[in-house]
T-cell receptor
Framework: GAVVSQHPSWVICKSGTSVKIECRSLDFQATTMFWYRQFPKQSLMLMATSNEGSKATYEQGVEKDKFLINHASLTLSTLTVTSAHPEDSSFYIC?????????FGPGTRLTVL | DAKTTQPPSMDCAEGRAANLPCNHSTISGNEYVYWYRQIHSQGPQYIIH???NNETNEMASLIITEDRKSSTLILPHATLRDTAVYYCIVRVNNNAGNMLTFGGGTRLMVKP
């Protein structure tokens, strides 16, 4: 199946700093990518839908100014957590659509001190 | 997308078949049943999907009842590496790349 990568796989940052997470589709082009967040012992929650060349669509309760999404090419979407705080510590997972199927990245664990 | 109901946890002995049930009584005629699993600290992994016929691949079998209101994922010979959270999801299969709505899933523990 198609491969989706994320970078970094984990990151630790200080409160108030910004963190950028990259999601790449390695062997296919993805016009649509999705960003999920997962807290410990909970299920994945969709944060936003990232569309190449247009603005992302955010789910209710997700602050678009805090979680900046850029989908500048057909193989790359980035999620920037701005002014991160400890409550933003979570497992962030992206997925990309290929042939109507979704393929997930390995996830990025963010820890905000 | 229709909602699904799964037991929160199940145990299975290594080498035995693991049968994971899922109820989706409000499924629509054009919605497919998908199964994903998530091993600890990894992204979800696609397992199998189907519309109304039973499906089988190298990982598992999917049995869908005739009324499509429930389904069962079968891992024929569970191994310790099959320990994971298994998610049953129903969604329309179209070219819009619909996002997946994850429920609570079933935490399968395969024991030696």
């Amino acid at each position: 199946g198609a491969v989706v990568s994320q970078h970094p796989s984990w990151v630790i940052c200080k409160s108030g700093t910004s963190v950028k997470i990259e999601c790449r589709s390695l062997d296919f082009q993805a016009t649509t990518m999705f960003w999920y967040r997962q807290f410990p012992k909970q299920s994945l929650m969709l944060m936003a839908t990232s569309n190449e060349g247009s603005k992302a669509t955010y789910e209710q309760g997700v602050e678009k100014d805090k979680f900046l999404i850029n989908h500048a090419s057909l193989t790359l979407s980035t999620l920037t957590v701005t002014s991160a705080h400890p409550e933003d510590s979570s497992f962030y997972i992206c997925s990309a659509t290929s042939d109507n199927e979704q393929f997930f990245g390995p996830g990025t664990r963010l820890t905000v001190l | 997308d229709a909602k699904t109901t799964q037991p929160p946890s199940m145990d299975c002995a290594e080498g035995r078949a693991a049968n994971l049930p899922c109820n989706h009584s409000t499924i629509s005629g054009n919605e497919y049943v998908y199964w994903y699993r998530q091993i600890h600290s990894q992204g979800p992994q696609y397992i199998i999907h189907g519309l109304k016929n039973n499906e089988t691949n190298e990982m598992a079998s999917l049995i869908i009842t005739e009324d499509r209101k429930s389904s069962t994922l079968i891992l024929p010979h569970a191994t310790l590496r099959d320990t994971a959270v298994y998610y049953c999801i129903v969604r329309v299969n179209n070219n819009a790349g619909n996002m997946l709505t994850f429920g609570g899933g079933t935490r399968l523990m395969v024991k030696p």
